[in-house]
C-alpha cells in the first residue's frame, strides 16, 4: 500500500470510514475495469435516467436474491448500444424492450446491450433486466461491501446491503454512475413474512402471498444509487413528526424488537440532528420521501431518507471520542454523521467519485456544527481541532477522475478544518452560515463537481478562493507562517510550503494585541509595539515557524 505505516496506526483511533479508501489509495495501476466503472462512456453518455422499478425477492436461507429492474430512460442523442452494470457473482438472465429479448456482450461487470428498437432524440423507453444469484457477502461492512446476512438474538434473519466503495451493482443492475441520478424510483422488496423491509422513501403498500411478503418503498426525489438500500429484519416500529422550515416532516424508527427502549432513548438525538442541522444547511432536502433511522447488522451508512444505524445504541463512535476532546461523547456519531449526508452526499452529491471530500469534508464538519448550536461556538472549535491528531497529510484529498478513484482519508478531518479555517477567515458566523445554507438552495437534487462548490463559495465571499483550495485538497504541505523581527523592530512574515498564489489572511496576537495578518508567499512588513511572540490563532489549520 502506497498510504504510510503512521497513518495505517491512527485508523485505530478514527473513524472506521477510511476503509473505503484503503483499497483505492492502493491500487496504483489504472484498468479497463475501472474506466468503464468510473467514467461516462460512450454507452452511458447517450441516455438519461428517469425512473427505476427495482423488484427483488430476497432468500435469507440461501442467502441468494433473484428480481429484475425496470429502467425507464430519456434518449438525449441516438445511440443503439446501452452500458447497464452488475457485478459478479450476480447475473444477468435476460433484458428485455417492448417484450423483445435483447443480446448484450458482458465484460466484467459492465453489460453492453444491443438495442432493436430505434432510439429517437427526446423519447422516452423501458428495459427489464432479470438477475439473480448470490450477491458478494460483505466481509468487513460498510467498508467492504456487499450484503450482510445476520440473525438477531433471536434467531430471525438480519439482512442489510451496503456498497458506496464497491457500487450498488454489487447486488443490482444499475447504471453505475454518480453522474446520472434517477429521478424518481420504486423499490419493491419481496421478504418471508416474519420479516419486515425498510427501504428509501415512503411505503406505498404491504403485499401479502401465502408464506411472503412485498414491501413497496417509493422514492419520489432524485437518489444516487448507491444510497438505494434494502434493511430486512424482525423490526418494530415509532416515530414522531417534527415541525420543520418546509411544514410537518415525519420521523421513522425501525429497530430490533429486543432494542426498542434502548431507541427510544438514544434515538433523541435524530430531533436534535434536525433542528441543528436544519438552523445550518436549510430545510431537510427530502420532505417529500420523510427521514427514517433504521437498525442495521453493521456500523451505519447515509442511505438517502433511509439512514442505516449499528453504533450500539451509545455515544461516540462505538463509544470513543474521536477528537480526545469529551466533546466527542456529547452525541451519536452515527446518528449526527450519517444523518449530516442528507444535506451533503444526497441533496448535494458528487459527480465523480474523485470529488468525495463534497460529501465527506462538509459532513465531518457537521459534528462540530451539530456541538456548536446545541452547545456553543467554543465547543464545536474544540472539537474541530481536537480531530487534527487524525490527519495524515501523505496524499491530496482530491482523487483520480474518471477512474473510480477517491482521494485520501484526510478528506475527513482535514477537509473538516478546512472548512473551519475558511469560517474563520470570512470572520463573520451569520455570513457562514447562508453560504452553507446556499450551497444547499443553488445545488439543491443535484450532482457538481469541486470547481462549482469553489466557485459558488469564491462568489459569496467577494475572493477568489482557488488558490486556497489548490492547497487543501490537491497538495498535503499545511501553510506555514513564517516570521522574524528586523533591527527595527518590525514584524516579518509570509507563507510558506504553499501554492505560489496561496495569500490567506490569517489571525494572530502578538501579546495583548490581536491583529489580523494579510500574509503572502512574498515578505511583508509591519511595525508593533515590541518583539512579542506571534501567536496564532487556534482555529486556522496552519503552521507557524520563527526564524532567528
Known amino acids: 500500500m502506497s498510504i504510510r505505516k503512521d497513518f495505517l496506526r491512527l485508523i485505530g483511533c478514527m473513524p472506521l470510514f477510511f476503509g473505503l479508501f484503503s483499497t483505492a489509495i492502493a491500487q496504483d495501476v489504472i484498468t479497463r475495469a475501472d474506466t468503464l466503472k468510473g467514467s461516462i462512456t460512450p454507452e452511458r453518455a447517450w441516455w438519461d435516467l428517469n425512473y427505476y422499478h427495482l423488484s427483488v425477492e430476497v432468500f435469507p436461507e440461501t442467502q441468494s436474491i433473484k428480481g429484475k429492474n425496470l429502467v425507464r430512460y430519456q434518449v438525449k442523442e441516438p445511440a443503439q448500444i446501452l452500458q447497464i452494470d452488475l457485478q459478479q457473482p450476480l447475473n444477468i438472465t435476460a433484458v428485455k424492450q417492448d417484450g423483445v429479448e435483447l443480446s448484450f456482450k458482458r465484460e466484467g461487470a459492465a453489460h453492453f446491450i444491443s438495442l432493436q428498437k430505434s432510439q429517437e432524440k427526446g423519447a422516452f423507453n423501458e428495459l427489464e433486466i432479470f438477475y439473480e444469484g448470490k450477491p458478494k457477502v460483505a466481509v468487513r461492512p460498510p467498508w467492504d461491501g456487499g450484503i450482510t446476512w445476520q440473525k438477531d438474538s433471536n434467531g430471525k434473519h438480519f439482512i442489510a446491503n451496503s456498497n458506496q466503495g464497491i457500487g450498488s451493482s454489487i447486488w443490482w443492475p444499475t447504471k453505475d454512475h454518480p453522474a446520472d441520478e434517477v429521478d424518481s424510483m420504486l423499490i419493491s422488496v419481496t421478504v418471508p413474512k416474519d420479516l419486515m423491509d425498510v427501504s428509501n422513501g415512503r411505503l406505498r403498500k404491504v403485499e401479502e402471498n401465502g408464506d411472503k411478503k412485498t414491501y413497496h418503498w417509493f422514492v419520489s426525489n432524485p437518489i444516487n444509487d448507491y444510497g438505494v438500500n434494502i434493511s430486512i429484519g424482525d423490526y418494530v416500529h415509532f416515530g414522531e413528526e417534527y415541525e420543520g422550515e418546509k411544514g410537518r416532516l415525519t420521523m421513522d424508527y425501525y429497530v430490533l424488537r429486543e432494542n426498542l427502549k434502548k431507541a427510544e432513548k438514544q434515538f433523541q438525538d435524530a430531533r436534535k440532528m434536525m433542528e441543528a442541522f436544519e ?270
Open 279 to 548: 438552523h445550518w444547511f436549510g430545510p431537510y432536502p427530502f420532505y417529500e420521501d420523510g427521514f427514517k433511522l433504521i437498525e442495521v447488522p453493521y456500523l451505519g451508512m447515509e442511505h438517502q431518507s433511509a439512514v442505516t444505524y449499528g453504533n450500539g445504541y451509545q455515544n461516540g463512535y462505538l463509544g470513543r471520542d474521536l477528537s480526545g476532546t469529551g466533546w466527542g461523547l456529547k452525541f451519536d456519531f452515527i446518528i449526527i454523521h450519517e444523518a449530516g449526508h442528507e444535506w451533503f452526499a444526497n441533496n448535494i452529491t458528487y459527480r465523480d467519485v474523485a470529488d468525495m471530500w463534497i460529501h465527506e469534508s462538509f459532513t465531518n464538519y457537521s459534528e462540530s456544527l451539530f456541538l456548536d448550536y446545541h452547545f456553543g461556538k467554543e465547543a464545536g472549535q474544540e472539537y474541530v481541532r481536537g480531530t487534527r491528531m487524525n490527519i495524515a497529510n501523505q496524499s491530496p484529498i482530491i482523487g483520480i477522475y474518471g477512474v473510480n478513484r477517491r482521494g485520501s482519508g484526510d478528506m475527513y478531518y482535514k477537509g473538516g478544518n478546512m472548512l473551519n479555517t475558511l469560517r474563520e477567515i470570512i470572520g463573520d458566523d451569520k455570513k457562514w452560515r447562508s453560504i452553507l445554507r446556499g450551497l444547499n438552495e443553488e445545488f439543491y437534487h443535484q450532482t457538481v463537481t469541486t470547481r462549482q462548490v469553489e466557485n459558488y463559495i469564491s462568489q459569496q465571499v467577494g475572493k477568489d478562493l482557488k488558490p486556497f483550495f489548490d492547497q487543501y485538497l490537491r497538495e498535503t504541505s499545511i501553510p506555514v507562517l513564517e516570521y522574524y523581527y528586523s533591527e527595527d523592530k518590525a514584524l516579518n512574515y509570509r507563507w510558506t510550503s504553499c501554492v505560489s498564489a496561496f495569500d490567506m489572511p490569517v489571525d494572530v496576537t502578538l501579546g495583548e494585541e490581536k491583529i489580523r495578518l494579510q500574509p503572502s508567499t512574498n515578505w511583508q512588513e509591519i511595525s508593533v509595539k515590541g518583539q512579542e511572540e506571534l501567536v496564532l490563532d487556534p482555529d486556522y489549520y496552519v503552521g507557524v515557524s520563527k526564524m532567528r
